[in-house]
C-alpha cells in the first residue's frame, strides 16, 4: 500500500497562488501516474490534473487548464500543483492520487476516480477576500 501525503494548502486572497504537494511512500514499485483532485462542498469529487510518470505527459480539467500546472520530481516521488490566478471556486478539499502499473492508457483514462490505487487524506484550498 502506498502512503500519499499531501501539503501547502491554505487560505489565499483572489487572485493569488498556492503549491501543493504530494509525496509518495511505502509499496512503490512502479508508478504509473498521479493526479490531483478537488472535493467541494455539497459536490462530487472532480478531476484535476495528472502528470504520467514516464515521460511527463500531463492533463488538465477544462476550468484550470492555463492557471494550475501538475509536475514530478521522481527522485522524491512527489508531485506537485501550482496553482495561480485562484478564483473563489477553486475552494474545496484537494486529494492527492496515484496508480501504480506499467501499461499507458489515454487521457481521458486518468479522469477517471477508478484510475487510481491509493489517495491522501486532503488539503483544504480556501480563496476568499
Given at each position: 500500500q502506498t502512503q500519499l501525503v499531501e501539503s501547502g494548502g491554505g487560505l489565499v486572497q483572489p487572485g493569488?497562488?498556492?503549491?501543493?504537494?504530494?509525496a509518495a511512500s511505502g509499496s512503490i514499485f512502479s508508478i504509473n501516474a498521479m493526479g490531483?483532485?478537488?472535493?467541494a462542498p455539497g459536490k462530487e469529487r472532480?478531476?484535476?490534473?495528472?502528470?504520467?510518470?514516464?515521460?511527463?505527459?500531463?492533463?488538465?480539467?477544462?476550468?484550470?487548464?492555463?492557471r494550475f500546472t501538475i509536475s514530478r520530481d521522481n527522485a522524491k516521488n512527489t508531485v506537485y500543483l501550482q496553482m495561480n490566478?485562484?478564483?473563489?471556486e477553486d475552494t474545496a478539499v484537494y486529494y492527492c492520487a496515484e496508480r501504480?502499473?506499467?501499461?499507458?492508457?489515454?487521457?481521458y483514462y486518468y479522469r477517471r476516480m477508478t484510475a487510481y490505487d491509493s489517495w491522501?487524506?486532503?488539503?483544504q484550498v480556501t480563496v476568499s477576500s
Open positions: 493569488g497562488s498556492l503549491r501543493l504537494s504530494c490531483w483532485f478537488r472535493q472532480e478531476f484535476v490534473a495528472a502528470i504520467m510518470w514516464s515521460g511527463g505527459s500531463t492533463y488538465y480539467a477544462d476550468s484550470v487548464k492555463d490566478s485562484l478564483k473563489p501504480q502499473g506499467n501499461t499507458y492508457y489515454s487521457g491522501g487524506q486532503g488539503t
